[in-house]
């Protein structure tokens, strides 16, 4: 959440995301609007950033119409640990590969499961889950597009969620 006064010849702000403070990502824009003598307050929401680190590092690329840009000061966003297993998939909709990021309680065995709309199984995976955060990346680019669910179960785990593949 950012707020902007005196705004000129402004196209678009991008939201970039880090998670060491050094390699930026852009992950979202937003177009700018008003005039340059109003106070204009944005909103970008990064869902489910905490999956991805404890700190998330953001900036603002400020992209003017004449092609030229200047950076925000970075804001880093710090994130409790999670007492609960969570599951998420980034990004969606998803191209040809899938992030999905899953938080356990415990190190465990899991099945990740890829069903569709219908309730028909597309992929089955066992994963080897540690304690903490996982990354595990899902080869999806053979998948007809549509809307699908990756299920993730396991000893402490029962997650379910909802991507599109595009």
Same mark, same amino acid.
């Given at each position: 959440?950012w707020?902007?006064?005196?705004?000129?010849?402004?196209?678009?702000? @991008?939201?970039?995301?880090?998670?060491?403070?050094?390699?930026?990502?852009?992950?979202?824009?937003v177009? #700018?609007?008003?005039?340059?003598? &109003?106070?204009?307050?944005?909103?970008?929401t990064?869902?489910?950033?905490? #999956?991805?680190?404890?700190?998330?590092?953001?900036?603002?690329?400020?992209q $003017?119409?004449?092609?030229?840009?200047?950076?925000?000061?970075?804001?880093?966003?710090?994130f409790?640990q999670?007492?609960?297993?969570?599951?998420?998939?980034?990004?969606?909709?998803?191209?040809?590969?899938?992030?999905?990021?899953?938080?356990?309680?415990?190190?465990e065995? #899991?099945?990740?499961r890829?069903? $569709?709309?219908?309730?028909?199984?597309?992929?089955?995976?066992t994963v080897?889950?540690?304690?903490?955060?996982?990354? @595990? &990346?899902? $080869?999806?680019?053979?998948?007809?597009?549509?809307?699908?669910?990756?299920d993730?179960?396991?000893?402490?785990?029962?997650?379910?969620?909802?991507?599109?593949?595009?």
């Amino acid at each position: 959440q950012w707020t902007v006064e005196g705004q000129e010849n402004v196209e678009s702000y @991008i939201i970039e995301r880090s998670i060491n403070n050094i390699s930026f990502t852009p992950i979202g824009t937003v177009a #700018a609007r008003g005039t340059a003598n &109003e106070k204009i307050n944005y909103l970008f929401t990064d869902n489910n950033a905490a #999956a991805i680190a404890t700190t998330v590092y953001y900036r603002i690329k400020i992209q $003017d119409k004449d092609a030229s840009f200047k950076y925000s000061n970075v804001a880093p966003v710090a994130f409790e640990q999670f007492e609960n297993a969570f599951v998420t998939v980034q990004p969606n909709p998803v191209v040809n590969n899938a992030m999905v990021f899953v938080y356990s309680k415990a190190d465990e065995v #899991a099945q990740l499961r890829i069903v $569709d709309n219908t309730g028909r199984i597309i992929v089955t995976r066992t994963v080897l889950l540690t304690k903490g955060k996982n990354t @595990i &990346e899902v $080869d999806i680019h053979s998948v007809p597009v549509g809307l699908y669910y990756i299920d993730v179960t396991g000893k402490t785990l029962n997650q379910k969620v909802k991507f599109i593949k595009q």
